[in-house]
């Protein structure tokens, strides 16, 4: 199975500071099929990023996603109060699907 | 609204069962595959079973090969998942999910989540 592993495991940061997440993969990911989620306390995740890139429906654009291969990013322009969460990166190509173990990003 | 709602979770002893239903509205649920996913308390995600959007396809986890079963029901806007020999690791929320596309694709619609919790 593809192993995700996430970095750094949290991210002090303050409002309005970038953020810069990174998601490393064991081995490639087929077609960069490879999405981002976000995770609030007591609530379900949210799609944020899928293929690699591409935003979700309603999702801001100061959330970006790039990379290809084995190396993933997930960067946030300007943090807002509300981004304050849990990232977890998933890839979907290749089966059994795994996600990663996860970064918080708390406040400074 | 675009919505999935799970039921069916509790408390049970080990080496019981239970079975958990997901009910879709809003979308045309057979159009597309479905996922469980679980998540132990304070832990991370984990992809317990999926199925296509014809039951034609269908996928677990290792950990829970042999012991759960997914199904659907397209004609009732529902997902399944029947869990046999339920141990203590299996403690967790559930969560139904949608796939983003028609094909392969990752999960842009999650319910709330029923919760599992397996102990003596």
């Known amino acids: 199975e593809i192993v995700l592993t996430q970095s750094p495991g949290t991210l002090s940061l303050s409002p309005g500071e970038r953020a810069t997440l990174s998601c490393r993969a064991s081995?490639?990911?087929?077609?960069?099929?490879l999405a981002w989620f976000q995770q609030k306390p007591g609530q379900a995740p949210r799609l944020l990023i899928y293929?690699?890139?591409s935003r979700a429906t309603g999702i801001p654009d100061r959330f970006s996603g790039s990379g290809s291969g084995t190396d993933f990013t997930l960067t946030i322009s300007r943090l807002e109060p509300e981004d304050f969460a849990v990232y977890y990166c998933?890839?979907?190509?290749?089966?059994?699907?795994?996600f990663g173990q996860g970064t918080k990003v708390e406040i400074k | 609204e675009v919505q999935l709602v799970e039921s069916g979770g509790g408390l049970v002893q080990p080496g019981t069962s239970l079975r958990l239903s997901c009910t879709a509205s809003?979308?045309?649920?057979?159009?597309?595959?479905m996922y469980w996913v679980r998540q132990a308390p304070g832990k991370g995600l984990e992809c317990v079973s999926g199925i296509s959007w014809n039951s034609g396809s269908i996928v677990y986890a290792d950990s829970v090969k042999g012991r759960f079963t997914i199904s659907r029901d397209n004609a009732k806007n529902s997902l399944y998942l029947q869990m046999n020999s339920l141990r203590p690791g299996d403690t967790a929320l559930y969560y139904c999910?949608?796939?983003?596309?028609?094909?392969?694709?990752?999960?842009?619609?999650w319910g709330q989540g029923t919760m599992v919790t397996v102990s003596s």
């Open positions: 809003g979308f045309t649920f057979g159009d597309y595959s």
């Open positions: 999910a949608k796939v983003h596309v028609r094909g392969l694709g990752t999960f842009d619609i």
């Open positions: 081995q490639s990911v087929s077609n960069s099929y």
């Open positions: 998933h890839q979907y190509g290749t089966s059994p699907r795994t």
């Open positions: 293929g690699a890139s």
